[in-house]
């Protein structure tokens, strides 16, 4: 089955990095995606990883991939209060119906 | 290049009536996949097109629809309106079919129901 699970909240202070996890029980997902939403707006994507890696790393953001555990991290270095917005991890799995499942979204909250 | 464009931004219906959502892919994109985002529920796949037809559908009932037309842009059609549809429903577009192929989102149309 296909079912993504996130923490629903999360407070940093600016400066501070921020780490953002994710479950997700489907083993066969092939892409992992992490998008952000800030209020009033659609979805941006961020990053994504090909299931056969472990880390992907892009500026600010660190993609790590446990796949055993099926535990997907987002960490955000020198989180500033622009960060601050509910990010989605989400998957898609091999069925090739390009359909992605998401979790209900992390909103995470920066202060000065 | 411009992103996924979506109209109109907000719409206001009341029930039993039918709403018309629109969407813009990015240039050069062939796939287009709608979802709804409404309060308590997440973010729910819909449908897909892909090339003017319809790919794969989400679990919802017949009343939502739609198609995409020859320039790749494409239209949700709610029909029947009920007051759990209110919700936004945003619009994603990709290069073609294919897991490794990201999605780009719009911005969203809110339709709310009275």
């Known amino acids: 089955g296909e079912d993504v699970e996130q923490s629903l909240f999360l407070s940093v202070r600016e400066g501070d990095s921020s780490v953002i996890n994710c479950t997700y029980t489907?083993?066969?997902?092939?892409?992992l995606y992490w998008y952000k939403q800030e209020p009033g707006a659609g979805l941006q994507l961020l990053t994504y990883?090909?299931?056969?890696?472990d880390m992907k790393q892009d500026q600010r953001l660190t993609v790590l991939l446990n796949k055993k555990d099926k535990h997907l991290s987002l960490r955000i270095a020198d989180t500033q209060t622009g960060d601050s917005a509910i990010y989605f991890c989400?998957?898609?799995?091999?069925?090739?119906?390009?359909?992605?499942?998401f979790g209900k979204g992390t909103m995470l909250l920066v202060s000065p | 290049e411009a992103g996924v464009t979506q109209s109109p931004t907000h719409l206001i219906k009341t029930r039993g009536q039918q709403a018309t959502l629109r969407c813009s892919p990015i240039?050069?994109?062939?796939?287009v996949y709608w979802y709804q985002q409404a309060l308590g529920l997440g973010l729910q796949f819909l449908l897909w097109?892909?090339?003017?037809?319809?790919?794969n559908r989400g679990n919802f009932p017949p009343r939502f629809s739609g198609r995409q037309f020859p320039n790749y842009s494409s239209e949700l059609n709610v029909n029947a309106l009920e007051l759990e549809d209110s919700a936004l429903y945003l619009c994603?577009?990709?290069?073609?079919?294919?897991?490794?192929?990201?999605?780009?989102f719009g911005d969203g149309t809110r339709l709310s129901i009275l």
């Open positions: 994603a577009s990709s290069l073609g079919p294919g897991d490794n192929q990201p999605q780009h």
């Open positions: 489907d083993s066969s997902s092939t892409y």
């Open positions: 990883i090909f299931s056969n890696m």
């Open positions: 989400a998957e898609t799995p091999p069925s090739g119906y390009s359909t992605l499942t």
């Open positions: 240039s050069g994109h062939t796939s």
């Open positions: 097109y892909d090339e003017g037809e319809e790919r």
